[in-house]
C-alpha cells in the first residue's frame, strides 16, 4: 500500500498539493513515483512562469520512461526544488518531503476544492 | 495470465515487479532497478532468463544448414564454444539475433522469446533437403549470473565438477555435466555464466545465490546493463528492415565461398552504402530514448533506436542509426528542443569502467 496522506489534495495525473496560506507546494504521489521506477532527471518549469491548473509544468524521466506533470491549480511559479537537479532519486525516496516539485501562488483559492481528497485518490488508484 | 517460468513465485518471494514481456509474467525489478544495476557492475547478479527459445539442431545435415541459415558461420568455432550471429531474411534483414552453441553431436540455438514463432516457422521452412531435427526445449530453465564476482561465487556454490567449468572456461566458451549447461556468456558486460538447467535445479541455485549475496536483477537492470555495454536488442537497434551492416553486427558476418540467406543483398548494400550504428552520450539535458531525432551539423538525420540513463556513467547514452562516418557533435531533439550530444565508438562500459572513444 502506498502513502496518501490525508492533509493533502490531489490531482488525478497523480501530483499532489499542499496549500500553506496560498502558496501550493507541488510533488508527485508514492504510488506515481513507484509505478515510474528509479527517476533520473526532473524538468521542471521557470519561477516566474505563470501556469493554468491543468497545464504541463514539468518532465519526470526514470530509466524507464519519461512522464509529464501538471499543475495541478493555477498560478505564479514562485520557487522550485533546485537539489532536483543533482538529485532525482529525492522523488523516489521522498515524495512527499524533500522531493517535491514546484510551488504556486495561488490565483484562485477555490481551484483546490476541486482537487481530490486522499480518500478520493484512493479510489482512483484502487479502480485503476 | 502469461507464461510463468520456473522461478515464478521466487521472484514474487523476491519482492519482483511483473510485467508482461512478450508474452511472459517476468520481473522488471526487484525494488530498484539502478541498485541491481550497480550490484552487476560492482559484485554479481543474477537474471531468469527462461523465457528464451532454446532450440535443439540435430542430424546428418545440422552442420551443412545452419551454414545456410545463418550469417556467421559455424565452421568458425569447434565444439564447446558458442557464436553470435543474425539470421537473415531474403534481403538481408535480421529475423533475429541469435548464440549458437556447437556441442559434439548437435547444435544448440538461444533466440529471443518475442520472435520464438517467426523463428521457428522460419527454420522449418528451410530445413527442407537437410537432414536435421529441429527440437524446441521449453522444459529447460535458464540463469545468467554476472557480475566481478559472479564466477567466484557459482563455483563455491556448485563444487565438484562444476565448479571446475565455471572456473576453467574462457569467454564465449560452455561445459556440460549432466543436464546443466555452463556458458561463460552473457548480456551485461561483465564476466559471468549463463547456466541453461532443469527447472527445478533452476529454483534451487537461485536460493543459493540469493543467500550468498548475489542481487536478483530484473528485465529494467538488464537493459541498461546491455546498453552501456553497446549490446543490441533486437526489435529496437535492428529488425527485418536492417541489415547487420547497420546495426553494428558486421562482425558477425562471413562471406566466405557458401551460400546463406540474405548472402547477395549483403554484397550489394556493402558495394551502394548504407547507415552505421553509432553511440551518443547526451551532453544536454534530459534522457535519450528510442526515436528521437538526431540532426547533424551537415543537415542530414538520424534516429535513436535504444536510449536510457546509464546508471554507471551518469549520463544518458544511445545507440543512433546515423550516415556511414558521422563524427563529433550532433543535436537530439527532446521533446522539441535540440539538446548536443557526443558521437562516440560503444561499448559505453565493459567491466565496470567507461570504455567508450569520442569520434
Excluded at chain 1, 1 to 30: C, F, Q
Excluded at chain 1, 59 to 85: T, W
Aim: hydrophobic share 40%; aromatic share 6%; net charge negative.
Amino acid at each position: 500500500m502506498s502513502e496518501i496522506p490525508a492533509e493533502l489534495r490531489y490531482a488525478s495525473s497523480h501530483e499532489w498539493a499542499k496549500n500553506d496560506d496560498g502558496t501550493v507546494t507541488v510533488g508527485i504521489t508514492e504510488h506515481a513515483q513507484d509505478a515510474m521506477g528509479d527517476l533520473v532527471y526532473v524538468e521542471l518549469p521557470e519561477v516566474g512562469q505563470v501556469v493554468a491548473a491543468g497545464d504541463e509544468a514539468g518532465v519526470v524521466e526514470s530509466v524507464k520512461a519519461a512522464s509529464d506533470i501538471y499543475a495541478p491549480v493555477s498560478g505564479e511559479v514562485v520557487a522550485i526544488n533546485e537539489a532536483l537537479e543533482d538529485e532525482p532519486e529525492l522523488v523516489n525516496n521522498a515524495p512527499y518531503e524533500g522531493g517535491w516539485l514546484f510551488k504556486i501562488q495561488l490565483s484562485d483559492e477555490s481551484e483546490l476544492d476541486s482537487l481530490l481528497t486522499a480518500d478520493q485518490y484512493q479510489a482512483q488508484i484502487d479502480s485503476e | 495470465m502469461g507464461h510463468r517460468t520456473a522461478l515464478y513465485d521466487a521472484h514474487l518471494a523476491a519482492n519482483g515487479k511483473m510485467v508482461d514481456f512478450g508474452g511472459w509474467d517476468m520481473p522488471i525489478n526487484y525494488g530498484s532497478q539502478i541498485e541491481e544495476h550497480h550490484a552487476v557492475r560492482s559484485k554479481a547478479g543474477v537474471f531468469d532468463v527462461s523465457h528464451m527459445t532454446v532450440v535443439d539442431i540435430a542430424g546428418a545435415g545440422a552442420r551443412d544448414y545452419l551454414r545456410q541459415l545463418l550469417a556467421n558461420d559455424v565452421d568458425r568455432i569447434d565444439p564447446g564454444r558458442a557464436l553470435y550471429t543474425g539470421m537473415l531474411n531474403d534481403s538481408g534483414g535480421v529475423i533475429d539475433d541469435l548464440i549458437v552453441y556447437k556441442r559434439d553431436n548437435d547444435y544448440r540455438l538461444v533466440v529471443n522469446c518475442a520472435t520464438r514463432e517467426t523463428d521457428l516457422d522460419w527454420m522449418e521452412k528451410h530445413a527442407g533437403g537437410f537432414a536435421v531435427d529441429i527440437h524446441e526445449r521449453p522444459e529447460i530453465a535458464m540463469l545468467a549470473v554476472q557480475g566481478p564476482q559472479a564466477r567466484d561465487i557459482v563455483a563455491g556454490l556448485l563444487g565438484g565438477k562444476r565448479a571446475e567449468i565455471v572456473q576453467g572456461l574462457r569467454v564465449f566458451a560452455f561445459g556440460e555435466d549432466g543436464d546443466w549447461m555452463i556458458a561463460r556468456t552473457g548480456y551485461t558486460g561483465e564476466d559471468g555464466v549463463e547456466i541453461m538447467l532443469p527447472g527445478d535445479d533452476a529454483v534451487a541455485l537461485w536460493g543459493q545465490l540469493l543467500e550468498a549475496g548475489v542481487a536478483p536483477a530484473g528485465l529494467g537492470a538488464r537493459d541498461t546493463l546491455r546498453l552501456e555495454a553497446g549490446m543490441n536488442l533486437y526489435g529496437n537497434d535492428m529488425d527485418q528492415s536492417i541489415t547487420p551492416w547497420e546495426a553494428n553486427m558486421g562482425w558477425t558476418v562471413v562471406l566466405n565461398d557458401r551460400e546463406f540467406i540474405g548472402r547477395q543483398p549483403l554484397i550489394n548494400q556493402k558495394e551502394n552504402g548504407h547507415a552505421e550504428q553509432f553511440g551518443l552520450v547526451l551532453e544536454g539535458k534530459g534522457v535519450l530514448r528510442a526515436h528521437q531525432t538526431v540532426l547533424l551539423p551537415n543537415g542530414e538525420q538520424g534516429e535513436i533506436t535504444s536510449g536510457t540513463f546509464s546508471p554507471t556513467l551518469g549520463k544518458s547514452i544511445a545507440l543512433a542509426r546515423l550516415p556511414a562516418g558521422t563524427t563529433g557533435k550532433v543535436d537530439v531533439e527532446i521533446r522539441n528542443k535540440r539538446q548536443p550530444a557526443q558521437v562516440v565508438r560503444a561499448p559505453f562500459v565493459r567491466n565496470g569502467e567507461a570504455v567508450y572513444k569520442e569520434l
